[in-house]
């Protein structure tokens, strides 16, 4: 699958540069599509069109909706520009860079944590898997920064983004939002080496619930791996559409 993959790639770098509609018609696709998908996934309850219709047309949506889901919706869109222009600049991911992104993800719902490692230990509801104890996180954190950067040329991209995704969530260095962070940090890695951005669908919330949680009870991430590359090859596809 990774062959079929990169010769995708291949395929789409030979269109590159895009036009600006091009760039612009994805742009805000992905933007809604991915944000929808990622808030969707941890509960959020607007639909892909109230997404559309708060992040395009800035207006917002009543009928009960809450203030904190609203600014989901902005915040992600926010990271995921933040990201963008981290790329440009051939920033990479570091400490600072996480607790950044995780910042734009939790500002103004939860200001007291955003950017900010947990002081408490943490259960993750539904599953067997305990990250560490809180006083661990700074650790696991910059050992996962650097293994990250160890093995930046020794894993295939879509690997080394499905691994880190993984190890960011098991270590659930936030109280909050790890899940959305872990997630655009996937595309980081992804968007950087040429991949388009890549969204994991909330109709397959609970496939993925259970792919992290093999992935973090027995070590088996085929099941991570192949939700992965069937999510980047439904982007290739929608690229390929515009294209």
């Not at 230990?121 to 104890?133: F, R």
Request: hydrophobic content about 35%.
């Amino acid at each position: 699958m990774f062959k079929e993959l990169e010769e995708k790639k291949q395929k789409l770098d030979e269109k590159r540069p895009l036009s600006k509609e091009q760039v612009k018609q994805l742009k805000q696709y992905f933007d809604v599509e991915f944000t929808y998908n990622s808030n969707a996934i941890e509960g959020n309850t607007l639909s892909l069109r109230e997404t559309k219709v708060i992040l395009e047309d800035g207006i917002t949506v009543g009928k009960g909706k809450s203030m904190r889901e609203h600014l989901e919706v902005i915040n992600h869109k926010e990271a995921i520009d933040y990201i963008e222009n981290l790329i440009k600049e051939k920033a990479d991911i570091s400490e600072k860079i996480i607790k950044e992104v995780h910042y734009l993800v939790l500002k103004g719902i939860d200001d007291d944590n955003a950017g900010k490692y947990r002081t408490t230990n943490v259960l993750i509801s539904g599953s067997d898997h305990k990250p560490p104890e809180h006083y661990l996180v700074p650790e696991k954190m910059e050992k996962l920064v650097s293994w990250y950067k160890n093995k930046q040329n020794k894993l295939h991209t879509i690997e080394l983004a499905t691994y880190f995704h993984h190890h960011l969530t098991s270590i659930h260095p936030f109280v909050d939002g790890n899940g959305r962070l872990a997630r655009l940090l996937m595309n980081f890695i992804l968007v950087q080496d040429g991949y388009p951005l890549t969204v994991i669908k909330a109709e397959d919330r609970e496939s993925y619930m259970e792919a992290l949680e093999l992935a973090s009870t027995k070590m088996d991430y085929s099941k991570l791996l192949e939700m992965m590359e069937k999510a980047v090859n439904d982007s290739f596809e929608t690229y390929f559409y515009i294209c």
